[in-house]
């Protein structure tokens, strides 16, 4: 299990979502309701406890706690900006 990060969500985070060097980024599962899945990722700025999966990119690092990488069931997460918004997925 991998988070991957690119260049393009990179510069959203730097440029759109005012992230800079040093700062961490949590990548949590959250419950979003019913449908086919009913669970989400997350976004938000906080210090990592427990980190089961890192990456840096642009200065930033981005995280996942140990009590939210089961949602990754063994695959990659890979995070892009696609259309302007942070794409989120499993892989």
Do not use: C
């Not at 309701?33 to 989400?40: I, L, Q, T, V």
């Not at 406890?49 to 990488?69: N, R």
């Amino acid at each position: 299990m991998q988070i991957k990060i690119t260049e393009a969500a990179s510069d959203l985070f730097r440029k759109d979502w005012g992230f800079g060097g040093g700062d961490h980024v949590r990548i949590f599962v959250r419950y979003s309701g019913g449908g086919e899945d009913a669970f989400s990722f997350g976004i938000i700025k906080d210090a990592p406890h427990y980190p089961a999966v890192t990456a840096e990119a642009g200065g930033v690092t981005f995280f996942m706690e140990e009590k939210d990488v089961w949602y990754l069931d063994g695959k990659d997460l890979h995070v892009d900006g696609i259309a302007e918004e942070i794409v989120l997925k499993r892989l």
